[in-house]
Every structure is written in structure tokens, then in C-alpha cells.
């Protein structure tokens, strides 16, 4: 059974603050990894990561995967309040995606 | 671009009856749908999976007869709970996605069902 693991659950941090979350995988037939963030309704898309090794930026976001590992960080710098959201890594072979319980990140002011 | 809709964006049903949610792509054709279900501080657990004009394949554990789903069109997808119970109720969420690849979904703002 495929299997998508995020950790920590949840975190508070304060605003300029660095979070990182991590996400580790098992599936078979492994395509991409993908980052959402979600934000009490549909989870709008981050990054898709398909080759080890590689940092995906965008902004203050950043992401990496490591294939042999099997895991994923997402990194948020100086964090804002806007940052406060649900952080859910999914990971996609051919049928369909998998996803992780998410990460609850609150940034207070 | 790559918009989904979804209606009703919340819905209260009583025990027994059933309840129908519609999920358009807005401005692209989605060859097939996903549906979602997540409950308060989970993750998104596929229900379904539909391509247009065909029966939807389901996940294991998912009962076909409760949750009727329907692909009649490029842009339409829709579920129905048939009987629903209180233990139904949740955050249902569609996606579509354009040339049936899994990992481009464009998702929907999701519905949240309540049964009294």
C-alpha cells in the first residue's frame, strides 16, 4: 500500500521565522512529488518535483526531493502570517496521487 | 486558467435522503475527474477515479452504490450520496485534470456536507 508520511503534524512559529517540513514516501511506480498548501478549501499548487537533487524555488518557498531516500523538504523563510495554512506533499505514480496528512503551520504575528 | 467549480459550496441533508454535488471545469475539457473526500484534520483520501463516458473506478473500501458517480461530460462530473448517514458528512473535493494525467489536477473549493 502506497504510503506518504508528512511530519510535524503541526507547528508554531513566529512571523521571520524558517519552518521546514518534511515528507517521506512509499509508492510504487513513483512519477513526481508534489507540494500543496491549503487554506480551508481546495489546495492550490506549489512545486512538482520528479529528479533528486534539484531545488524548486519560488519566492520565499524552496523545495528539494531525494529519490534514493525517498523523502522531501519544503522550506518557508521569513515566514509571514500569510504563510499560516495546511502543507500537504502528495506523491503521483500513474493512477493517481497519494497524499500525506498535511502539516498545520501557524505563524503568529 | 484551469478553473473547477463546485456546487453546492455547503450543504445540510437529513439521514436518509441523498444529496447530488456537481464539479465543472470552468475553461478547460477534463478528461477525468477525481473525487476526494477529507475529514477535519486529515488528508485528502481519493474516492474515485472517472473518465468521461465511462463507470468510475473506485477505491477500495468506497461503496459504488452509496456514492454514484457520473462523468456525462468533458466539463461535468457529479456525485451523489445516496442515503446519507451523519457519518457521511465531510469536505468532499473534485478535481480535473486535462489529458487524464494524474499529476496535473486542477481541484475544486470543495463542498462540506453535514448530515443531521
Redesign the interface.
Known sequence: EDK?VQSPLSLVVHEGDTVTLNCSYEVTNF??L?WYKQEK????FLF?LTSSGIEKKSGRLSSILDKKELFSILNITATQTGDSAIY?C?V???????????T?VTVRA | GAV?SQHPSWVICKSGTSVKIECRSLDFQATTM?WYRQFP??????MA?SNEGSKATYEQGVEKDKFLINHASLTLSTLTVTSAHPEDSSFY?CSGSLAGD??F?Y????TRLTVT
Open positions: 506518504v512519477r513526481s508534489l478549501k481546495a489546495p492550490t512538482m500537504l502528495a503521483g505514480n500513474d493512477y493517481k496521487l497519494s497524499f500525506g496528512a498535511g498545520t | 473547477v477525481f484534520k486529515q488528508s485528502l483520501m481519493l477515479t473535493i494524474v499529476l489536477q481541484f475544486g473549493p470543495g
